[in-house]
């Protein structure tokens, strides 16, 4: 058997490309993963003192000057907040507006009615920017639950090793990625600012709004009131939180079927009715305009959002 010149030059330049590409990726993953260590750190370098330093942070999270939630609706602050993105109002009332809009026009032309603008700017102004911080806070509640434990290994080393816990924290918030790195970061420069540990870690999870933080918060607490030690708490804690994860997992696991068939069956009519409009617009040409109609189409529409609701209330475990 042998191999021509052409096929050996194709062998070599394919090896080459995907050398390339993997050094490539390589790159680009170190470098994000360098951006999201000295994220916290980037801000440090546009403030003078530690002062401006926490005001700014708690700013960019939507809170005020004392660290405390705004005017705004309790559920939506909570949100802002957990969702971990830089608050801008200015910025984000633009894409809002921008969301309104597209969703009006949108919904105006679909129906060929001039009066479905009002509710599609309430789906495209509200809907849309709730969904996307509710989607942006549960990654980042999930990206925290699993960096949790290993913070907590790093703070229980640095106190074996003789470090205040001042110090372990801050350690966390140097060496760790987001979202566990800003968290952690932010904490310890509310305690350099003059907050106790209890003050800065009851602080973290109230923006966090996470069980498990509220576990090491109400671990810190506990251990601030009565003492003992920390170091074998920190362990515990740090061992319970991934018997949770873990848990979690295999609920996730064990409902994975139940979810996908009610996402099929829930997105089934909706896909059907859209495709038979998209081939057919006169399919129900003749009888739409009918109240019977309408109020059938309703009810059914409010019949599987129920639905969705119930099978999402019995695979929704809190651990």
Known sequence: MTIDANTIFLVLVFAAVFAAAQALIGILGSAAQKRLVNRRLKVAEKVDGISALVVELRKQRGLNAAGNKSGRLRWLSDLIVASGLPYDPRKWLTYVLLAAGIGGAGLAVLT???????????????????????????????????????????????????????????????????????????????????????????????????????????????????????????????????????????????????????????AAPFIAVGMIMIISPKFYGDVIHEPAVKWGLLGLTVWVGIGNLVMRRMIDMKL
């Open 112 to 266: 060929r009615n001039p009066l479905m603008i009002v509710p599609g700017a309430l789906v495209g102004g509200v809907g849309v920017p709730v969904l996307v911080l509710k989607f942006v806070a549960g990654r980042r509640a999930a990206a925290l639950g699993f960096q949790l434990p290993q913070a907590l290994e790093i703070i229980v080393r640095s106190l074996e090793a003789g470090h205040p816990v001042p110090t372990a924290i801050a350690l966390v918030g140097r060496e760790m990625s987001d979202p566990v790195g800003t968290e952690f970061g932010m904490a310890a420069d509310e305690i350099a600012y003059g907050a106790n540990l209890e003050q800065a870690i009851e602080r973290m999870a109230e923006r966090c709004q996470h069980p498990d933080v509220d576990l090491f918060a109400a671990t810190v607490r506990l251990q601030e009131r009565t003492g003992g030690n920390l170091t074998g708490l920190l362990k515990l804690n740090a061992s319970t939180i991934r018997e949770r994860h873990k848990m979690r997992l295999k609920i996730k696991a064990a409902s994975a079927e139940g979810r996908a068939s009610a996402m099929i069956l829930s």
